[in-house]
């Protein structure tokens, strides 16, 4: 499985982007999808997830209600739409799959497959 995740870049506070992580190699019938973020000088954090055949969502407490996770199997594709961006939502967000479980997992641990990370920077 390969996942590619695009869509970062630079944006004033207040700002959206939309990130995309197109997967390959296989499709899923089952799993659970996540955006991760990494601040420098700090340790990788979740972000949202969502359940491949439910489309269920989880959210982390400091993006609910501001981001939005959601995804096209026909292309599949998972996306994560930021609105309301804030200086403190600059780092590098990656997607993830977790092939294991259908549980909403927030620790990497239990994640089994990586995108490349795509750097999202907010300005003031």
């Known amino acids: 499985v390969q996942l590619q995740a695009s869509g970062g870049g630079l944006v004033q506070a207040g700002g959206s982007l939309r990130l995309s992580c197109a997967a390959s190699?296989?499709?899923?019938?089952?799993?659970?999808m996540a955006w991760f973020r990494q601040a420098p000088g700090k340790e990788r954090d979740f972000v949202a997830a969502?359940?491949?055949?439910?489309?269920?969502?989880y959210y982390a407490e400091s993006v609910k209600g501001r981001f939005t996770i959601s995804r096209d199997n026909s292309k599949n594709t998972v996306y994560l739409q930021m609105n309301s961006l804030k200086l403190e939502d600059t780092a590098v967000y990656y997607c993830a799959a977790a092939l294991r479980t259908t549980a909403w997992e927030t620790t990497d641990r239990f994640y089994d497959y990586w995108g490349q990370g795509t750097q999202v920077t907010v300005s003031s």
């Open positions: 190699g296989r499709t899923f019938s089952s799993a659970i």
């Open positions: 969502i359940n491949w055949s439910t489309g269920s969502t």
